[in-house]
T-cell receptor
Framework: GESVGLHLPTLSVQEGDNSIINCAYS??????FIWYKQESGKGPQFIID?????DKRQGQRVTVLLNKTVKHLSLQIAATQPGDSAVYFCAEESGGSYIPTFGRGTSLIVHP | ETGVTQTPRHLVMGMTNKKSLKCEQHLGHNAMYWYKQSAKKPLELMFVYNFKEQTENNSVPSRFSPECPNSSHLFLHLHTLQPEDSALYLC???????????????FGSGTRLTVV
């Protein structure tokens, strides 16, 4: 079946550094991608999304990049803060189905 | 608060017990979901309700029984569970339009279930 996966299970960074979390997907029909953040004891929280007609989208301190050629998605967090420590999931949806496929998640640890 | 409220936050139950998980969304969304989250595994979709109609049952054992009385409330009835059913059970809601999600899912904080 199709799968969404993450390259690194754990990413450790220093406060103030930029963080990059990567995600590979295999379903070429996927046209909507979402990044979620899950803090300890909470459910996943929507961070940013991107549709397949775009290759870059920016939010507050976060940027999502989509490379459809190599089926790769990344989340960039600028000036990472301790409050950014969490597990980050990517999810994909393919056209006509609103049921996303979730990756396993990457744990981001920010050291003060 | 995300707008999706789950109760209880924690539940310990024996294998012969019957309990129910409750989810309520205050966002006016038209779709609701139950997910299971186990350690080191991706989120597992269990059930989907769209406009109160169940549209997906992802091969979930019959010891899990969903109920959606209206578009704002979702229940997961549990009976004769097994220890391997211990996990975080997440409820989510979304607005679906023309077969696509608008702005992703909104999740509740989950119910941490332990089966003893």
């Amino acid at each position: 079946g199709e799968s969404v996966g993450l390259h690194l299970p754990t990413l450790s960074v220093q406060e103030g550094d930029n963080s990059i979390i990567n995600c590979a997907y295999s379903n070429s029909a996927s046209d909507y991608f979402i990044w979620y953040k899950q803090e300890s004891g909470k459910g996943p929280q929507f961070i940013i999304d991107i549709r397949s007609n775009m290759d870059k989208r920016q939010g507050q301190r976060v940027t999502v990049l989509l490379n459809k050629t190599v089926k790769h998605l990344s989340l960039q967090i600028a000036a990472t803060q301790p409050g950014d420590s969490a597990v980050y999931f990517c999810a994909e949806e393919s056209g006509g189905s609103y049921i996303p496929t979730f990756g396993r998640g990457t744990s981001l640890i920010v050291h003060p | 608060e995300t707008g999706v409220t789950q109760t209880p936050r924690h539940l310990v139950m024996g294998m012969t017990n019957k309990k129910s998980l409750k989810c309520e969304q205050h966002l006016g969304h038209n779709a609701m979901y139950w997910y299971k989250q186990s350690a080191k595994k991706p989120l597992e979709l269990m059930f989907v309700y769209n406009f109160k109609e169940q549209t997906e049952n992802n091969s979930v054992p019959s010891r899990f029984s969903p109920e959606c009385p209206n578009s704002s409330h979702l229940f997961l009835h549990l009976h004769t569970l097994q220890p391997e059913d211990s996990a975080l059970y997440l409820c989510a809601s979304s607005q679906e339009e023309q077969g696509a999600t608008v702005y992703g899912y909104t999740f509740g904080s989950g119910t941490r279930l332990t089966v003893v």
